[in-house]
């Protein structure tokens, strides 16, 4: 009996340490798969080994997704000498607590394809799906393209596109800062047969422009108020100690970067580019704002601007004209325009009812500069779009927010 004790005994130790060293193993070298596709030469590195020999590597920081779809930064190096090869598809393994710990490179066809999922999801069988970027910007199924990929990336897809002969749309913002949308100028200029347009849908939208309207008709302009924040659902994340791409310097994220577009479209639309600005941000842990008050100082007023995706705000905006007061339900999205005078005892009501897809509106502006080669038109959105990076990098030099992309 004693024997079958020490022989148990044996056993559960043996089971013991079997089990421990596969929990140390998975907590350090185990993980979830990802893939990625390599899309650039990766950041050289030079450091000294312990014999003061100088030892080359390259970094990559970039986008990765599972089998589910599911989107995360990561950030690994290629261990070689010389860059990982362009278009190449990596697996890499993704520890919770170290990050990448292992890559290897795939085939291809050993890449779940999101594409296929997403056809499935919205039950259309009939797309053509890509994996390979070049050759979806060299397919000639199609005329332009609508980037919507992390900010970081806009520009260079945006270039590639161009190159490619395609009209491009990219969402906003459609670049991380000055130097980005200088070269797309030029870029432009080269290839003038082709269209870029950054999708600022609230401005193609009436209600918009009868907010322009409201204004113009004012006796004098004595300053405005634009809030529009809204509660991400990204930010529970960054609670959890993680970055998502949004909130991210390196994919050129934050509220500025986001919801702070809108209101500073707002600004730079109905009263042009500010002569001065600040922007007074609360910084989150991973390097970029959650909210913020941004202050543009005009010769005459200032607007103050209320943005932020860490809580929600249900507060109106308002813009100052003497004893006349225009209301906006919400400057990202407006959805009512109301005008207050005579001391609120006079109050009209000016907006139009919202189409039920705010997407529409802009889609339509696009499609009729396209098809009716409406440059002059073209060119004042191209010269709006080149304002509001400008002055978007102004608040952010502001408030001492600085990007990979910068």
């Not at 910084?283 to 100082?297: E, F, H, M, Q």
Request: no cysteine; aromatic share 12%.
């Amino acid at each position: 009996m004693i024997k079958h004790k020490g022989w148990l005994l044996l056993i559960a130790i043996v089971v013991v340490f079997i089990g421990g060293s596969w929990g140390i193993h998975s907590y350090y070298y185990g993980g979830e798969a990802y893939y990625t596709q390599i899309v650039s030469n990766g950041t050289r590195m030079e450091e000294k080994d312990s014999a003061g020999e100088t030892v080359i590597d390259y970094n990559y920081q970039q986008a990765a997704y599972n089998e589910d779809g599911v989107t995360k930064k990561v950030d690994f190096n290629g261990n070689k000498s010389t860059p990982l090869k362009r278009n190449a598809y990596l697996k890499l393994i993704v520890n919770k607590n170290k990050g990448v710990v292992s890559w290897e490179k795939v085939a291809k066809n050993e890449v779940p394809d999101k594409a296929d999922q997403f056809k499935t999801k919205y039950h259309a069988p009939e797309a053509t799906s890509y994996t390979d970027l070049d050759g979806f910007m060299n397919a000639n199924e199609f005329e332009t393209v609508y980037i919507a990929s992390p900010n970081s990336l806009h520009f260079e897809q945006a270039k590639q596109a161009i190159l490619a002969g395609k009209n491009v749309i990219v969402e906003k913002p459609a670049f991380s800062n000055p130097a980005e949308m200088a070269a797309m100028q030029a870029l432009l200029k080269q290839h003038p047969d082709q269209f870029l347009f950054e999708a600022a849908r609230h401005i193609h939208e009436a209600n918009f422009k009868i907010v322009q309207q409201a204004i113009n008709a004012l006796p004098a302009i004595n300053g405005a108020t634009l809030s529009y924040m809204k509660y991400s659902s990204r930010y529970d994340a960054v609670l959890a100690g993680e970055e998502p791409n949004i909130f991210s310097p390196h994919f050129s994220g934050g509220a500025l970067q986001d919801l702070g577009v809108y209101v500073v479209y707002d600004a730079v639309s109905w009263f042009g580019v500010p002569d001065s600005v600040d922007y007074q941000a609360e910084l989150l842990p991973t390097g970029v704002d959650g909210k913020g008050v941004a202050t543009l100082r005009y010769p005459t007023f200032n607007v103050t601007l209320i943005f932020g995706k860490t809580v929600d705000s249900y507060l109106t905006s308002e813009i100052y004209g003497g004893q006349t007061t225009i209301v906006l339900d919400n400057a990202g999205t407006i959805g009512s325009v109301d005008r207050y005078s005579e001391g609120g005892q006079k109050i009209e009501s000016l907006g139009e009812q919202s189409l039920a897809n705010p997407m529409v509106a802009e889609a339509e502006n696009f499609a009729a500069m396209i098809a009716n080669r409406d440059t002059k038109r073209y060119h004042e959105l191209l010269q709006l779009s080149e304002s509001v990076n400008q002055v978007l990098y102004q608040l952010r030099q502001s408030a001492g927010i600085t990007f990979d992309a910068d």
